[in-house]
């Protein structure tokens, strides 16, 4: 067996992510601690036979991750866990276990309200499409979706929408056509009486919002809702730190 601190000079991969992720490996394994200096440039270009520039991209490959941190005339240094820059991860519990269906409720078209005028930066009274879905697996319903849509017919994210059947469609929509990015927040909410019932849950329960804005490629948002997911089959997950390969 091969080095495992060691570049992989036939590999695919590049040298400087090899070089981030033996780093970040040493860093995971207690080779470098908390607050520990990491080999100067130099030494790291001596140590594994790779260029300035290759250290320079490995090393800011590791600060991206939010693993290590640089002070000016100093060097690297690897950071403490800091939970509050964790990025959660909303996942369905049992989540790989089985196929989910969407099914559409309403698709109505009307005037925006100052409310949905405001979130998608349009006049009031701009004509809108108001979608309704329920997300089910073989259990029953586990999220329930409202989402506003510019109307513009000759956009072809109006088809995509209206077909979509499965939560991976629901997700990844026209396959990202027409859309530059997207603002998500996630808090906790109770459910009201309308969310309950269709979630199969008693009023009052538990859940998770996640609200969304897309932007398309004019930085113009096109599409504003949001995610009523029940708490009991839900869960945020994530990890610190550096992986430790396996």
């Known amino acids: 067996m091969g080095n495992k601190y060691a570049i992989d000079r036939d590999s695919y991969e590049p040298a400087y992510a090899q070089l981030a992720r033996i780093l970040s490996m040493q860093i995971a394994e207690g080779v470098y601690r908390p607050g520990d200096q990491l080999p100067s440039e130099a030494q790291l270009v001596a140590q594994f036979g790779v260029s300035p520039m290759t250290v320079r991209r490995a090393i800011n490959l590791l600060l991206s991750r939010g693993i290590v941190s640089t002070a000016q005339g100093r060097g690297t240094f690897v950071r403490g866990l800091a939970i509050t820059e964790a990025t959660f991860r909303l996942q369905e519990v049992g989540e790989e276990e089985a196929e989910r269906t969407v099914r559409l409720l309403q698709a109505t078209i009307l005037p925006a309200d100052e409310r949905v005028a405001r979130k998608l930066s349009v006049s009031i009274g701009t004509r809108v499409i ?111 730190g550096p992986d430790v390969e396996e």
């Open 130 to 240: 108001y979608l309704r879905r329920l997300v089910s697996r073989a259990e029953g319903p586990t999220m329930y979706h409202r989402e506003y849509l510019i109307y513009d017919p000759r956009r072809p994210v109006v088809e995509a929408e209206l077909q979509i059947t499965s939560l991976e469609g629901l997700f990844r929509g026209n396959g990202g056509q027409g859309l530059r990015r997207g603002d998500l927040w996630i808090e906790a909410v109770t459910l009201t009486p309308e969310e309950a019932e269709l979630l199969g849950v008693s009023p009052g329960s538990p859940a998770f919002c996640l609200e969304h804005i897309f932007y398309d490629f004019t930085n113009q948002p096109i599409a504003w809702g949001w995610f009523i997911c029940r708490a009991d089959r839900f869960r945020l997950t994530t990890r610190i």
